[in-house]
């Protein structure tokens, strides 16, 4: 079976950082494209970082130039930094893997993590 779980969640003040990771088993890693995406409550689940199997990345607007998004893809790994963190960014965060190419539909994605919680007061 396909597991992403995410660590690295956690409080922070504005103006902080924090790396987010996932770790993928039963899957052929390295094909998949893997995106990060985010829920706040009320709100709908945003695509925030993309990362496709040759390393190409892409970002929602609100996030780019804070937050970098990278993959090792011997051990199965994908990250998200997030510098100069806002309290816009308070969300849920999920790692997803997708077979097709990497776009901000979560539709698009088949295998999720449960999500890390990350809050910036």
């Known amino acids: 079976d396909v597991q992403l779980v995410e660590s690295g969640g956690g409080s922070v003040q504005a103006g902080g950082s924090l790396r987010l990771s996932c770790a993928a088993s039963?899957?052929?890693?390295?094909?998949?494209?893997m995106g990060w995406f985010r829920q706040a409550p009320g709100k709908e689940r945003e695509g925030v970082a993309y990362i496709d199997r040759d390393g190409a990345t892409s970002y929602t607007d609100s996030v780019k130039g804070r937050f970098t998004v990278s993959r090792d893809n011997t051990r199965a790994l994908l990250r998200l930094q997030m510098n100069s963190l806002k309290p816009e960014d308070t969300a849920m965060y999920y790692c997803?893997?997708?077979?097709?190419?990497?776009?901000?539909?979560?539709?698009?994605?088949?295998?999720w993590g449960k999500g890390t919680q990350v809050t910036v007061s």
């Open positions: 997803a893997a997708g077979e097709g190419e990497c776009v901000p539909n979560p539709e698009a994605y088949s295998a």
């Open positions: 039963g899957l052929t890693y390295s094909r998949y494209c």
